[in-house]
């Protein structure tokens, strides 16, 4: 699970990194807000891959071990007992970003608190 919330916080710096950009009025925490509502792509893109090659979303599946983490699964087990398996036979690529999906509010969450700390220091 740490490769993919890694890999989460990674994608969700750039994101915030992007909106800065074109928007500076927004800041870090404005935007980790926004994200609990709508990740917006941040994990993939419109066709639901963020790699946009199977070969590379399955060996990151491979190298994370994501398929025998037992804390993945349970994040697929809270929305249905076959949710991972039908997630799984979409492919790789789905799979890969619904990880991503499922880890997001508790990766923002994570983030949001940081900040806060940080900001009442």
Not at 82 to 96: K, M, V
Request: charged letters at 25%.
């Amino acid at each position: 699970m740490e490769n993919y919330k890694t890999l989460a916080l990674g994608l969700i710096n750039d994101h915030i990194d992007d909106v800065q950009g074109w928007d500076n009025s927004k800041t870090r925490l404005d935007i980790l807000n926004d994200l609990l509502d709508d990740t917006q792509n941040v994990f993939g893109n419109l066709d639901g891959s963020r790699t946009c090659n199977t070969w590379q979303a399955q060996q990151f599946i491979n190298d994370s071990g994501a398929i025998w983490d037992e804390d993945i699964r349970a994040l697929f087990d809270d929305i249905d007992d076959n949710y991972f398996a039908n997630t799984l036979a979409r492919g790789a690529e789905t799979l890969d970003v619904v990880i991503l999906e499922l880890l997001a509010p508790q990766v923002i969450g994570d983030e949001i608190s940081h900040n806060l700390k940080v900001l009442s220091n």
